[in-house]
C-alpha cells in the first residue's frame, strides 16, 4: 500500500486496537496474569513465594533480563496439567482477538515445562485443545513456534528437538526460534539444532539484539539462517547491518514495553522504532510477555505511536508488515491485508464524517 491510497488524518486507541494486525513475538507463558498464577496454584497444590495477588503484581519490577526471567519461571510452575495449558493458550486468544489479532504466532518454552517433569503430551494437547477451539469460535489464525532455552546446554536443545518429532512431522509445530538470556549465549552455540529444524523445513527466528550486541543479530542471520528476528533494536549500532535489514526485508518483531520494563529504554520516547521505520526497515509491534510487561499488543501500539509521534501512516504500515512477515499462506495474507485496507477506509471515512471527534493522536502528514 502507497502512502497516498487512504488520506492521513488522526489515530487514536480505537485505531490501533481495531487495525488487523498479527503477533509475531508472544511468549504464551508470559501471558499468565497473576490471578490466574494464583488459581493455579490453587488447585494444583503449588506454593508460590508471594502472600497474594498484590506482591505478585508489586514483583513485577525489573532491573535486567534476568531478574525478569527469574519471576518468569516461578510462575511456570504452577502449569502441569493439560487443562492449565489450554485455559492459558484460549485465555490469551481472546485477548488478542480483542486487540484486532487476525494472526498469532506464539512461542512456547519446552524446556521450561519438560525440566519439571512435565511432557510434550500434556502441554501440546492443551494448547492445541484451545487453537483448534479459538480458529472455531473466535476466527483468529494460530501458528507455534517452539523456543530453545539458551541458558541450557545446546545439548539439551538438541534432546528438546527429538522429543518434539511428533508435533514436528504432523505440522502442529510450524518453526523454531531462541530465547531466554542472550549476554554470553551467542546464536551461534544452536547451529546445530537450528541446522535440523531448516532441514525439516521449519521456519527459524531468534531472539538477538534487545539484551545482546548487534554481533547477535548478524550471527543469528548468518549462522542459523532465521527468517525474522525478534526484537533487533541494537541493530542502530551497525551501520552495514541496517543497510543489510533495509535490503533483505527481514521483519524486526519489536517488543517496546519489553524494551521499557528491562530498562533497555528509560522512557518509551526513548525507543528507537520510528527512526528505524523510517529507515526503511521491516518493523513490526509485539507485547512479548503481556502480563509481566503490563500491556498488551493494542496498548504496545498506542503508546508507542503516541510516545513517537508515529502518524497514522506509520501504524498502517507497522500493521501491514506485521502481517506481511507472518508465515501464513499467501492466500491468507491477502484476505488479512484486504480487511486492513477495509479497515482504515472505514476508519477515515467515519473521522470524516466526525470531524470534532477527540482523539488521542494527531497526525503529521508531509
Known sequence: MGGSEFSVNTIGADFCQGIPKAELHLHIEGTLEPEHMFALAQRNGV????PDIEAVRAAYQFSNLQEFLDLYYKGAAVLLHECDFE??????????????????????????????????????????KAIKRAEKELGISVALIMCFLRHLPPEDALKTWHESQPYVKDGTILGVGLDSSEKDYPPALFTEVFGLA??????????????????????????????????GVRCEEDEALLDELVKSQIALTVCPFSNLELKVIDKLEDANLKRLLDRGIAITINSDDPAYFHG????????????????????????RTSLEASFAPEEQKKMWLDQLDAFVRESNKAEMEAPNTTTLLTAQVS
Open 198 to 231: 531448516a532441514k525439516a523445513g521449519l521456519k527459524l527466528v531468534a531472539h538477538a539484539g534487545e539484551e545482546g550486541p548487534p554481533e547477535y543479530i548478524v550471527s543469528s542471520l548468518k549462522d542459523l539462517g532465521v527468517h525474522r528476528i525478534d526484537h
Open 296 to 319: 498488551y499488543i493494542a496498548e504496545n501500539y498506542r503508546a508507542t505511536a503516541e510516545a513517537l509521534g508515529m502518524t497514522q501512516e506509520d501504524v498502517i504500515k507497522v500493521a
Open 47 to 50: 506454593a508460590l513465594p508471594y
Open 87 to 128: 485455559e492459558l493458550m484460549f485465555n490469551y486468544l481472546i485477548r488478542a482477538k480483542a486487540d484486532g489479532v487476525v494472526r498469532a504466532e506464539v512461542f512456547f518454552d519446552p524446556q521450561t515445562h519438560t525440566h519439571r517433569g512435565v511432557g510434550f503430551a500434556v502441554f501440546m494437547k492443551g494448547f492445541t
